[in-house]
């Protein structure tokens, strides 16, 4: 947006000046600076503000994170931000983006519920000149090509990396459980690809069993019980596809006085205080606070008509040790948090110039 700026008639103003400061009036034929200026002035366009409809999968652990990234930015960047969670139902979310399309939002932010839905809805909005930005989980298939931009995690190399440290802990060897989130989401999609690619490297690691807990706590709780049953002793370490399934599968092995390797993805507060206490084996840090806040930096630089990227790519690091969970442990839920909550906002923008995005 470019904010026009109105010059003066400074030499008229000038003569008023000198004529009014000598006790005199000033002739009636001199323009005074007011009369030139005023017209031109009022003219400004006032500062714009954007609302933005968001609409998330659910309000997990690492999506709540992300709300509190987006409401920090969009305070400092004078956004009204129009939030929603679908609760995990297609239905619902495909009503809320249509609900968006209605009250004629500037932008949509969408965090898909499923991949693979969405289709008609980005195409409306596409039509009624609204652009659509995916953050966090992408679309796939003919959707995906209407979206004007996406922020997304590497999601096949972070299940590599979390693969890659179930292998290092089981030296190569061992039966595995994965759990894995919502089917056909594209988080689960490909983390489950980049595990299996590490499993095809590794001869000697078998999966007894793959199945989704849909990021949820209590129900990786009951598949972790379930398979517990199922195979006993023969389960030599947990793979989960976030750290909220992590912390449920934990709490089903401690119950069964059962202790075995568990890595996890995301770096949620529970996840780094899971890698600190030493029960869980390593995460993948996504800091939802950055991420999230950085999809709506995008839509504001769409919004600016400012040139954009189709894709900007968050590489997760491993956390895989004490040390480095509670560096960030401290940094975004103990005592840096507030100073790191009020630098997202040019942060944010700085990783995107850069393209960093994990950068903290």
């Known amino acids: 947006m470019f904010k026009i700026r109105t010059t003066y008639l400074v030499a008229a103003a000038a003569v008023a000046l000198i004529v009014n400061a000598c006790g005199g009036a000033a002739p009636t034929t001199a323009p005074t600076a007011p009369t030139a200026a005023a017209p031109a002035e009022s003219s400004a366009p006032a500062a714009k503000q954007y609302t933005v409809g968001v609409t998330v999968y659910n309000m997990s652990s690492f999506i709540t994170l992300g709300k509190l990234g ?36 500037d932008a949509i932010i969408i965090v898909p519920v499923n991949a693979s839905t969405l289709g008609p809805q980005v195409q409306k909005a596409k039509d009624a000149g609204i652009p659509v930005i995916a953050v966090n989980t992408g679309l796939i298939g003919p959707a995906a090509s209407l979206l004007t931009s996406n922020v997304l995690p590497d999601d096949v190399a972070a299940g590599s990396q979390e693969m890659s440290q179930m292998a290092k802990a089981l030296n190569g060897q061992g039966n595995v459980v994965v ?19 590490i499993l095809d490297q590794n001869p000697g690691i078998k999966v007894l069993s793959m199945q989704t807990a849909e990021w949820d706590r209590n129900k990786a709780y009951n598949a972790m019980k379930n398979w517990i049953s199922a195979f006993g002793s023969k389960i030599n370490g947990v793979v989960s596809e976030n750290d909220d399934m992590a912390i449920g599968a934990h709490r089903a092995l401690q119950e069964a006085n059962i202790n075995v390797p568990i890595v ?58 004490k040390e480095l969970a509670s560096k960030y442990y401290d940094q975004i839920f103990g005592p840096g948090r507030d100073a790191f909550a009020a630098s997202i906002p040019d942060l944010v923008e700085q990783n995107i110039a850069s393209g960093n995005l994990a950068n903290q």
Do not use: C, H
């Open 70 to 105: 987006i409401d920090n930015y969009a305070k400092a960047r004078n956004i009204t931000v129009d939030w929603n969670s679908a609760n995990d139902d297609v239905n619902t979310q495909v009503s809320q983006f249509e609900q968006f399309i209605n009250k004629k939002v």
């Open 179 to 197: 759990l894995q989130g919502p089917l056909g989401s594209s988080p689960e999609l490909n983390r489950t690809a980049g595990i299996k690619k």
């Open 264 to 321: 996890g993805i995301d770096g949620i507060q529970d996840g780094l205080q899971g890698v600190m206490d030493g029960w869980l084996t390593a995460t993948s840090l996504q800091n939802g606070i950055v991420e999230l806040a950085e999809g709506l930096a995008v839509t504001k630089m769409i919004l600016d008509g400012q040139q954009v990227n189709q894709n900007y790519t968050y590489t997760m690091p491993p956390v895989d040790s």
